[in-house]
């Protein structure tokens, strides 16, 4: 089973986190304007810091959306852990090996998210963080 372990670790899963296991702040990755964004928009690097809440080990990265519509009555809502669960859930990049975190550490990386080349609707996410790197495929 184990040499399945590294087909697993490439394809993010998508569930619900709860957010009593959440033990880094949130870090915004990238905003996009729904009226100007291009289909080249899921192109992009992005760094990120993230400071560790609770002595641990961190087995993976969390992504979640907001949405903000800004009409007359505004609208909004998130999918992350700290709101009410939405079918979106999130996408849970689990790490190869878990990573042992001190409070108050400040954790730096980059996200790297590419179109796939095959497939239109795929992704290609590479997430570095500390000495790690790790690549994803989403379809």
């Known amino acids: 089973m184990s040499c399945m372990k590294g087909e697993v670790l490439r ?15 949130a870090a915004e990755i990238q905003t996009f304007d729904l009226y100007t ?11 990120f810091n993230l400071i560790v809440k609770k002595t641990g080990s961190l087995t993976a990265i969390i992504g979640y959306f907001d949405v903000f ?5 505004s609208v909004s809502f998130s999918t992350g852990p700290n709101a009410l669960p939405t079918h979106w859930k999130q996408t849970v990049f689990s790490l190869k090996e878990p990573i042992s975190i001190t409070e108050g550490e400040i954790l730096s990386g980059k996200l790297i998210c590419r179109r796939h080349v095959k497939d239109v609707r795929g992704l290609i996410i590479t997430i ?8 994803y495929y989403m379809d």
């Open 69 to 73: 519509f800004d009409l007359e009555n």
């Open 37 to 47: 964004v291009t289909t080249d928009c899921v192109n992009f690097s992005a760094p």
């Open 128 to 135: 570095h963080i500390k000495d790690i790197s790790q690549v």
């Open 11 to 25: 394809e993010p899963s998508i569930e619900i986190c709860r957010s009593e296991y959440i033990i880094t702040t």
